[in-house]
């Protein structure tokens, strides 16, 4: 029996203690102490990742645009990037007058397939730029070997991927450089914001310049060397990261104990399939998916069926190859996931009960179609 008046598709765990931050930053984060929640961020994200450097950003799309313009991608280059991906991976790619390369996906986990690098790299190829999507590791073992083959970087988007595992070690510690969301949707937020973070000293120094307007204070204050950018994180979203990364492996059970709801209740169907993680993955599930396997109602009408009983569902990502300003690109794994994916509900509030009736509607809908 439905209980609320809407089931949201996805938003944060916020407790009294995420609120205390933020007050105390909106009260105390000025004049000499305005670095202070921000320092305390970066060094605390740095500690957990078990990063050299971590520099907070304003959102994530500017953490990863940082990441590849202090690697130093610009006009005339090419970077090969998943083809199924929210659109600001290819986004920042183009933005730097790079050229940013569709390649599809596996079907298992929907990240870049390894298999179809290759084809697609040509002389102007600088850069590969997997995605873990939704908090699925890419096979980074497999792109970085790629990557060393033919003399390219690798920067990792791992937007969604905070506490996520590939073999062990942390997703935004397996490349060059790594860019995290805290958008209001993902696992951890800050509002908006983001972090780049990195081992490479360079790449830090130069994002450090560049996160605001070029500065070069060794040259005066308000100095600028070169363009930049006005990326910085404000205290008041510092403070809220500072205190859901606390939270952090709390906020991940929640994760995993609705992955693991849904996949009981769909193992005995053929008409949908979860997507799991892969072996020697760890996967935060912040995005619970699957596929429609049915013929019999397509993606969009099941959305429509799902709003009417006030549950919010989310599409995947529509191919980036589809887009006027991104090249074709060859896809059929990433058109299939496009036209039959889907996230099921994911916001922090959900309980078991709740998702119980998620998934009466969601087999109510497959059963009478």
């Not at 007050?23 to 970066?42: P, Q, V």
């Not at 090419?78 to 790619?93: H, K, S």
Request: some cysteine.
């Amino acid at each position: 029996m439905q209980k609320r008046d809407r089931y949201h598709s996805a938003g944060p765990s916020i407790i009294p203690s995420d609120v205390a931050a933020v007050a105390d930053a909106a009260a105390n984060g000025w004049y000499t102490n305005f670095r202070h929640h921000i320092s305390k961020f970066e060094d605390e994200f740095k500690e957990y990742l078990g990063v050299k450097y971590a520099l907070a950003t304003s959102s994530g799309t500017a953490a990863l645009h940082l990441s590849l313009a202090a690697a130093g991608i610009g006009p005339g280059d090419e970077v090969i990037v998943p083809d199924l991906t929210w659109v600001a991976t290819g986004n920042v790619v183009q933005l730097l007058g790079a050229r940013a390369v569709p390649v599809d996906i596996r079907p298992t986990d929907w990240n870049i397939d390894p298999d179809k690098i290759e084809a697609a790299i040509t002389d102007k190829t600088k850069a590969i730029f997997p995605v873990h999507l939704y908090g699925h590791p890419a096979d980074m073992d497999r792109i970085n070997a790629i990557a060393e083959k033919h003399g390219l970087l690798v920067i990792e988007d791992a937007a969604p991927a905070i506490g996520s595992k590939y073999k062990g070690r942390a997703a935004g510690t397996l490349a060059l450089a790594a860019g995290f969301s805290f958008q209001g949707a993902k696992l951890m937020v800050t509002g908006q914001g983001g972090m780049l973070v990195t081992d490479d000293k360079t790449i830090y120094d130069r994002a450090v310049s560049l996160v605001e307007h070029g500065r070069e204070p060794e040259h005066g204050i308000f100095y600028s060397g070169k363009t930049g950018y006005n990326y910085k994180m404000p205290a008041l979203c510092a403070a809220l990261g500072s205190s859901q990364l606390t939270r952090l492996d709390d906020i991940i059970a929640i994760k995993h104990k609705q992955q693991a709801f849904y996949t009981e209740r769909f193992a005995s169907r053929d008409d949908v399939q979860m997507i799991e993680a892969q072996p020697d993955m760890y996967c935060n599930y912040a995005y619970p998916s699957l596929m429609l396997k049915t013929d019999k109602i397509n993606r969009d009408d099941f959305f429509e069926a799902l709003r009417a009983k006030n549950i919010d569902s989310r599409p995947t990502f529509p191919r980036q190859s589809t887009m006027p300003t991104f090249m074709d690109a060859d896809s059929p794994v990433a058109k299939s996931v496009e036209e039959n994916g889907w996230n099921l509900p994911t916001a922090a509030y959900l309980t078991e009960e709740d998702m119980g009736y998620i998934c009466d509607v969601v087999e109510g809908i497959l059963d009478n179609a």
